[in-house]
């Protein structure tokens, strides 16, 4: 039970660095340009990740030039994910990119858990689950309200 809670704290502990990753290259990307920002997020990323592989790696039965080549498209995903956010981030802010994320993300999860793909085990959908995403649109629905009503007060400001 103990390494259950582990692994949620972490995963919120990683849900905490998106949002501020996701704050500080949405800046860097409006100030050098979203590839720019992109790419030394990656190069960063590159380095510390060839470091940990090289010294903390374990042997795994499969490499990555014998494992299923599409798992290795996953890494395409990264790129698009890094890409959206930088663009989106200081057009309609961290929050709003953030629930909209977490929204697609929990939706297609829902999805990949029910039919079970990419040879993930089957989870069907439960009123729970689709209470989850009812809840999702109510949350993307608040945030972009609260959004429109800053801006709409902000103009209003900007008249006077």
Known sequence: ????????????????????????????GHNVGVIASAWLTFVIGFAISFLLFFFFESNHEVSLFSAPKWQLSGALFGVTYMLIVVFAVPKIG???ATVCTISGQLIMSLLIDHFGWLENKIIPLDDYRYFAILLLVAAVTMIYLSNKRIDKKEQQVLSD
């Open 1 to 28: 039970m103990m390494t259950v809670f582990f692994a949620i704290f972490m995963l919120v502990l990683g849900g905490i660095a998106l949002s501020v990753q996701s704050s500080i290259n949405g800046r860097l």
């Open 94 to 96: 961290i929050a709003a």
